[in-house]
C-alpha cells in the first residue's frame, strides 16, 4: 500500500529504528520506497531484528536503502556522520527510554537520555539545516483527563512519573524551537497503547525482563513463562471496575507516521495528533478477546492498584482523519492475534 509514493525515495532518519514501533515504522516506510538510516543503540532492542526487517521487506544485506548505524542520540559525532554521508530528508524520533515504573527509581538517567539526547540531536539536524521531525510523543502528556474522550487541545495535565514528564518538556521544547523558528516542520504524534505486532511475527514487542505493559505480559502467560497475570486493581469507575485504555495496533500507529510525513512535505509548520482507535477496552475486555480468539485461558487474580495508573485513557481520533486522511483499520481481535502469533514464533523473545 503506497501512501506517500510522490514523495517517496527520500532518506529519512529513524532514531531507536530497531524497537518495538520503530521497526514497524521503517518496514512500511521502506515498503512505500523511502530510503532509511537507523540509530540505535541498543540498549533496548536487538540487532537481529535488522534482519528481520529485511527479510519482511526482501532487501539484502548490502542494500543502502536501509542503513544502520549504532550509536546514542547524545552522541554529536555519529549523529553529524549520519548527517554527512546520507541526504537526510527528516527525522522520525523515537529513541529513548520508556519503562514509567524504572523512570521513578533513575529519573536522572531518564531526563538526560530522552531530554539533553533530544536537544542534541535537534540542535545536529539545525546544523546540517534539516528541520523536518516527527516526535514519538504519549497519551501520558495528557495525565489525568475527567472528559473523555481525549482531544489534541486538552489541557495537559502533569503526567504520573518522570517518564510522561520527559515526553511532555520535549513537546514543549518543539513547540518553543517552532516559536523561534517558523521554518522547522514537526509532527508531535500521541501514541495511546500500541499493541499487536507485524502479521510475519518476525517483529513485535520484545522487552527485556518481566513486562511492564499489559500485552507481553498476557503472551508470557499464554506461553507458559509466567503463571498467571496480576490485574492491577478492579475498584476504578469504569464498566467492570479494571483500567480502560486506547489500544492501537502497531501496525496502524506505523502507518500513522507515514502520513505524518505527508504534513513534513507539506510544509504545514508545528501540528499535533493523537493516534488512538477512539474505542476503550478494560483489562479484562482484553483478556477475553485474547482468550476467545486465540482458544487460550489466561488465569489472572485481581491485585492492587499500580501507583501511577489512572481510570480510563481514550482518544478522540479524529483530528488525524480530518488533516491527514489517517485512522486505524485493524481490530482489537488483530492486535490478540498478531501479538500471540508473534509470541509464538518468538518464545523467548526475539534470539
Ligand atoms: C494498561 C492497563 C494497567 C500490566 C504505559 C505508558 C504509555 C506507553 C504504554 C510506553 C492498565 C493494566 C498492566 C499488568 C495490568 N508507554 N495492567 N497488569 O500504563 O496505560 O501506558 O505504557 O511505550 O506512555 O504510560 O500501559 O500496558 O502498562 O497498562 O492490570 O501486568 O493494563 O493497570 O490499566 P499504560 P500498560
New binding site residues.
Given amino acids: 500500500m503506497n501512501i506517500n509514493v510522490n514523495k517517496s525515495k527520500e532518506t529519512i532518519l529513524v532514531t531507536g529504528g530497531t524497537g518495538f514501533i520503530g521497526s514497524h515504522t521503517v518496514v512500511l516506510l521502506i515498503e512505500n520506497g523511502y530510503n532509511v538510516c537507523i540509530l540505535d543503540n541498543l540498549s533496548n532492542s536487538k540487532i537481529q531484528v535488522l534482519d528481520r526487517i529485511r527479510t519482511i521487506t526482501n532487501l539484502d544485506k548490502n542494500d543502502e536503502r536501509l542503513k544502520f548505524y549504532k550509536g546514542d542520540i547524545l552522541d554529536k559525532i555519529i549523529l553529524n556522520k549520519i548527517f554527512k554521508e546520507n541526504k537526510i530528508f527528516g527525522v522520525i524520533h523515537f529513541a529513548g527510554l ?1 519503562a ?1 515504573g524504572e523512570s521513578c527509581i533513575i529519573p536522572l538517567k531518564y531526563y538526560d537520555n530522552n531530554i539533553s539526547g533530544t536537544v542534541n540531536l535537534l540542535e545536529v539536524m539545525k546544523e546540517n539545516n534539516v528541520k523536518n521531525i516527527i516526535f514519538s510523543s ?3 502528556v495528557y495525565g489525568e483527563q475527567s472528559v473523555q474522550p481525549i482531544k489534541e487541545d486538552a489541557k495537559l495535565n502533569e503526567p504520573t512519573n518522570p517518564y ?1 514528564k520527559t515526553k511532555l518538556f520535549i513537546e514543549y521544547i518543539l513547540k518553543d524551537l517552532y516559536s523561534s523558528d517558523n521554518t522547522w516542520n514537526i509532527v508531535l504524534l500521541r501514541y495511546f ?1 500500541p499493541i499487536g505486532a507485524h502479521k510475519s511475527g518476525l517483529i513485535g514487542e520484545d522487552p527485556n525482563g518481566i513486562p ?3 500485552m507481553p ?1 498476557v503472551t508470557q502467560v499464554a506461553i507458559g513463562k509466567r503463571s498467571h ?4 486493581g478492579n475498584d476504578y469507575d469504569t464498566p467492570d471496575g ?2 480502560v ?1 486506547d489500544y492501537i495496533h502497531v501496525c496502524d500507529l506505523a502507518r500513522g507516521h507515514v502520513y505524518a510525513l505527508g504534513r513534513l512535505f507539506g510544509n504545514h509548520g508545528l501540528d499535533i495528533y493523537n493516534l488512538g482507535t477512539g474505542h476503550g477496552y478494560s ?1 479484562l475486555d482484553i483478556v477475553k478477546t485474547f482468550s476467545k480468539v486465540n482458544n487460550i485461558n489466561i488465569p489472572y487474580e485481581i491485585t492492587s492498584r ?1 501507583s501511577g ?1 489512572i481510570a480510563t ?1 481514550y482518544a478522540d481520533p479524529s483530528k488525524a482523519y480530518q488533516e491527514m486522511g489517517f485512522k486505524c483499520e485493524l481490530t482489537l481481535e488483530d492486535m490478540c492475534r498478531d501479538s500471540w502469533n508473534y509470541q509464538k514464533k518468538n518464545p523467548n523473545g526475539i534470539e
Avoid: H, I, Q
Wanted: aromatic share 10%; with cysteine; hydrophobic share 30%.
Fill in positions: 520508556k514509567v504519549s497519551a501520558t510522561g497503547n511492564n505493559n499489559l505480559y497475570l496480576n490485574v492491577f479494571t483500567g485504555r483489562v499500580r495508573d485513557c
